[in-house]
């Protein structure tokens, strides 16, 4: 079971994300933990808020669509409406669209962490305020982090982005990990069915 759980968490996607991340101080890290939930609603917070209702909505629509099909897709598109509803937001429009207008970069995604690409160089131990939003699927994810690592820049194709970083999420919700974590395998079984596709037209050609 022990070893099922890290397979989960170690395994990693590369994906296209548009990402922002602010350096803190020691102090400024820990107060942005402790007095997380009072930031809650306010500007980028309330995308916070909203990402965690999401990922434990998103994990109860998932157990009852393999009970219940019918009612899952139900409760499935009348969630995808008030999404929709909620993106109408001003405030919450401005923060995502803010967050787009990055160019987007090539990143390895885990459910614990996150190898992106920095213009600068970060060292070990230093504490991010982190946002960033999947290209895919749109899922925006806002957390503290800390670099545990320096690698090669997962992004070749930007010249500017010159050092790699690793880095660790900090008190991530564990439903934001786990929808994290179901994305990632979404991602990666479509990728395989793509292969297979690939694979059977070039065996079986017209």
Same mark, same amino acid.
């Given at each position: ?9 170690? *395994? ?156 660790? *999420? ?37």
């Amino acid at each position: 079971m022990t070893n099922s759980l890290e397979n989960r968490r170690s *395994f990693r996607v590369s994906e296209s994300i548009y990402l922002r991340y602010e350096k803190l101080t020691d102090d400024e890290f820990r107060a942005g933990i402790d007095q997380r939930n009072l930031r809650l609603g306010i500007n980028d917070g309330a995308h916070s808020a909203l990402a965690d209702i999401e990922a434990r909505l998103s994990e109860a629509m998932f157990l009852l669509k393999g009970e219940h099909g019918a009612i899952g897709r139900c409760i499935t598109l009348l969630n995808d409406k008030l999404n929709f509803a909620i993106e109408q937001l001003p405030a919450l429009r401005e923060s995502k669209t803010a967050l787009a207008s990055e160019t987007p970069q090539t990143c390895d995604v885990a459910a614990d962490g996150l190898v992106f690409s920095s213009k600068v160089p970060l060292k070990l131990g230093d504490k991010l305020h982190l946002r960033f939003l999947l290209s895919s699927d749109s899922r925006y994810v806002e957390t503290f982090c800390q670099v545990i690592r320096q690698v090669d820049p997962p992004d070749e194709s930007s010249p500017d982005l010159k050092y790699g970083i690793a880095v660790e *999420f900090v008190d991530l919700p564990p439903t934001q990990r786990e929808i994290l974590i179901q994305h990632m395998f979404n991602l990666e079984s479509q990728t395989l069915r793509m292969r297979r596709l690939e694979l059977d037209s070039s065996e079986n050609p017209i």
